[in-house]
């Protein structure tokens, strides 16, 4: 049964400094992996979909890394910004199965100025 | 122009009544989902379709009933509400099953009282 946890549940850092965020899960023979971020009272927007051929994937000061073989990925936010201060999701699809999305549990990021 | 909308985006409603979520998605997407996020902020899926075809029913109790009427559409409807059923529905969409990213609605924050 496929698990997905991350790791911190929350952060708080001042502004332009460069984080990370971890994802991890238990069943590595996933297609893809996605990131989202949450706002409070909002819906979920897609950030990142790695496939699982990539390691990489980037967009603007987002850089998400994918390690199938270790159950692992990472969101990098270089510079960050007090409009960077939201929950970030990873999810996958189960093991073998793409039809659906397994969540991680969240981390909180605070970014103060 | 809103990719995946859902409506009502708040609903407050008695114990044992009735009530309908739906949900629009103009991406010419194949396949639609419902999530449920608890008070926990825990995001998991209850309900999958594709080509207006149910193929996941996570375990989701029967006064919980999806209804596609034509690929753009999934609808939630929820007879003898509960105290329990107070959550955030969202709705989303993908290409189709083949594990193509997830676009998410804005949520429907429901609360029985």
């Known amino acids: 049964k496929q698990e997905v946890t991350q790791i911190p549940a929350a952060l708080s850092v001042p502004e332009g400094e460069n984080l990370v965020l971890n994802c991890s899960f238990t069943?590595?023979?996933?297609?893809?992996l996605q990131w989202f971020r949450q706002d409070p009272g909002k819906g979920l927007t897609s950030l990142l979909l790695i496939q699982s051929s990539q390691r990489e994937q980037t967009s603007g000061r987002l850089n998400a890394s994918l390690d199938k073989s270790s159950g692992r990925s990472t969101l990098y936010i270089a510079a960050s910004q007090p409009g960077d201060s939201a929950t970030y999701l990873c999810?996958?699809?189960?093991?073998?199965?793409?039809?659906?999305?397994?969540f991680g549990t969240g981390t909180l990021l605070a970014v103060q100025p | 122009d809103t990719a995946v909308s859902q409506t009502p985006k708040y609903l407050v409603t008695q114990m044992g009544n009735d009530k309908s979520i739906k949900c629009e998605q103009n991406l010419g997407h194949d396949t639609m989902y419902w999530y449920k996020q608890d008070s926990k902020k825990f995001l998991k899926i209850m309900f999958s379709?594709?080509?207006?075809?149910?193929?996941i029913n996570e375990t989701v109790p029967n006064r919980f009933s999806p209804k596609s009427p034509d690929k753009a559409h999934l609808n939630l409807h929820i007879n003898s509400l509960e105290l329990g059923d107070s959550a955030v529905y969202f709705c989303a969409s993908s290409q189709d099953t083949r594990a193509y990213e997830a676009f998410f609605g804005q949520g429907t924050r429901l609360t029985v009282v």
């Open positions: 999810a996958v699809p189960p093991g073998g199965a793409t039809n659906k999305l397994i």
């Open positions: 379709y594709n080509n207006k075809e149910l193929i």
């Open positions: 069943d590595s023979a996933i297609y893809n």
